[in-house]
Each structure stands twice: as structure tokens, then as C-alpha cells.
């Protein structure tokens, strides 16, 4: 499944140009995920992109809910979003790892409060 934030340029028709599937979403907004959960999420930019609208603790704790216990995240932003995002994640109980100070890297853990 492939999300294009609504506020990004629509890459949504060469997507279905490949067979592939999508959406438009506000990631501001919960995700209607039901039935399903996912195994791995993908963004380029998306949180630099939400800290003029949003707080993105919300935005990490929507993805802590649509991955499934062992699912990845693949993030790729600015150092200062980073520097933001990977202590939220840590207290979600993520393994987390930084690569070329771009890349963020993260397991989403079995954990039960």
C-alpha cells in the first residue's frame, strides 16, 4: 500500500501506472488501518514536512499502532527531525540505528506496559 501525504506532489498515478495500490492521507489524522496491520513503513521527508502542522510524537505513536510487534521502519529526514524522532521511538521501545545522519533505521518491539 502506498501513502501519499496530501499535502506532497501526487505521485499517486505513477504509482497505478505500475499495478501497484494507494491512497491520499493526511498523516495529521489517524490511519484506517482495520483489519490489517503492516510489516514495514517508508518515508522520505514526511516528518519535516509535519512539524509545520503537527506534533510528530503523534505521528510515531500512528505508526507504533499500524506495525506489527518485530515490523521496520525505514525514515529518511534532516538531522534535526532525527535528533527528534529516534528519543520517541526509543520510548516506544524501538531498536533503533542511524545511517549517514539521514537514515533511521527501527524494529518495532514486543513489549506490554
Not at 26 to 50: A, I, K, V
Request: hydrophobic letters at 40%; one cysteine or more; proline letters at 6%.
Amino acid at each position: 500500500m502506498n501513502v501519499v501525504p496530501i499535502d506532497q506532489p501526487d505521485t499517486l498515478p505513477v504509482i497505478f501506472d505500475r499495478g501497484l495500490i494507494g491512497t491520499y492521507h493526511d498523516w495529521c489524522e489517524s490511519f484506517n488501518t482495520y483489519p490489517r496491520t503492516y510489516d514495514l513503513l517508508h518515508s522520505s521527508s514526511l516528518f519535516g514536512n509535519l512539524t509545520k502542522r503537527c506534533d510528530i510524537k503523534y505521528v510515531a505513536v500512528e505508526m507504533d499502532r499500524i506495525l506489527r510487534p518485530g515490523g521496520w521502519v525505514i525514515l529518511q529526514d534532516t538531522t534535526e527531525v532525527i535528533d527528534k524522532i529516534v528519543p520517541i521511538l526509543r520510548s516506544l521501545h524501538w531498536t533503533v540505528s542511524i545511517s549517514q545522519d539521514q537514515f533511521v533505521v527501527g524494529k518495532k518491539g514486543f513489549w506490554r506496559p
